[in-house]
């Protein structure tokens, strides 16, 4: 059975990343001249758009899907990374600033050995180890 966990959002990163987009996007609407053309502001608002659409897929798109013996993490329709729970060895907190597919910064390490296989950061993080250490009894739960 498949089951999806939806990435939990922190207000901090939140305000962070939508903060510099909405800030940058309108200094570039604010720095076009006067005498702009149409095209210019037609060029300008397309990749406003685009650039609004991709952050709103890592925003609001960005999970994980327990399946069988993997961890899938998506962003939208991307498969980002597969973890084999058989693999994992340890779940620990992690409150790594470090990129990952992870809308919060209260996020999970997965482990094999002292390698980090991924971080990520379920909204439902118990229901979500329960179900890992179901499928997986060995996974050491450190948090």
């Known amino acids: 059975m498949d089951t999806y966990f939806e990435s939990a959002k922190s207000l901090v990163l939140g305000i962070f990343l939508w903060g510099i987009l909405l800030s940058s996007l309108g200094l570039g609407f604010y720095s076009i001249p006067k005498d702009a053309s149409i095209n210019e502001f037609i060029l300008l608002g397309s990749i406003s758009f685009i650039v609004i659409l991709f952050v709103g897929v890592i ?17 939208g329709p991307v498969i980002i990374s597969k973890i084999k729970i058989s693999r994992i060895s340890k779940i620990e907190r992690s409150n790594s600033l470090l990129a990952s597919p992870a809308n919060s910064l209260n996020r999970l390490a997965i482990k094999s050995g002292q390698t980090v296989l991924g971080q990520i950061s379920p909204k439902d993080e118990e ?6 250490t179901e499928m997986n009894p060995k996974i050491h739960i450190d948090l």
Not at 61 to 70: A, E, K, M, P, Q
């Open 59 to 75: 925003w609001f798109r960005t999970g994980y899907l327990v399946s069988r013996d993997l961890i899938i993490v998506k962003i």
């Open 127 to 132: 229901s979500f180890l329960q179900l890992i």
